[in-house]
């Protein structure tokens, strides 16, 4: 109920759907009670060298209307199967700037998981500290020539190669 449906495919085959709340609500996206498997918008994958990731669908639309290849996560973690088909890509998360700096922790905690799978990612910082800021504000508040040069501007994460610890004894 007072959810915009927003399905997912892979492969031409609806594979997931989401709802997003309007207003926003508590919850602010339901999936439906099956593994997310794949991204929002997965497939633009295969045929782009370079990929954007986003936390939210309407920010991978916003990109996509834009020309810039976009998938969503559809939250704050990364599965096997986007690991899988970006592994020859260049890498841009492009997340949520917040006060309490959850879009910038997950966007670093997501691009030192692809590090240690052997993908070197770029953080894209749309505002600075204490601004809320995603893609659609950016771009509504922006010209493209401003996000782009915001994607040039991004370094590329080094992260901490995880290793396994064996205690002695």
Do not use: W
Not at 115 to 130: M, S, T
Not at 137 to 157: H, M, P
């Amino acid at each position: 109920r007072n959810r915009i449906t927003i399905p997912l495919f892979h492969n031409n085959e609806c594979v997931q759907i989401t709802g997003r709340a309007l207003p926003d609500g508590r919850i602010k996206y339901k999936h439906l009670e099956k593994p997310i498997e794949y991204a929002f918008n997965h497939d633009v994958i295969a045929n782009n060298k370079n990929i954007f990731l986003t936390e939210g669908p309407f920010d991978a639309i916003m990109l996509d209307q834009y020309g810039f290849p976009a998938i969503s996560l559809l939250g704050l973690r990364v599965n096997q199967n986007v690991i899988s088909a970006i592994q020859d890509k260049h890498v841009y998360l492009v997340f949520d700037c917040d006060p309490n700096e959850a879009g910038q922790n997950a966007a670093r905690r997501i691009a030192n998981k692809l590090y240690n799978n052997g993908i070197h990612a770029h953080i894209v910082e749309l505002g600075a500290q204490n601004e809320k800021v995603d893609v659609n504000s950016f771009l509504i508040d922006n010209t493209i020539g401003q996000f782009i040069d915001k994607v040039n501007a991004a370094k590329e994460f080094v992260g901490v190669k995880e290793v396994a610890f064996r205690r002695n004894g």
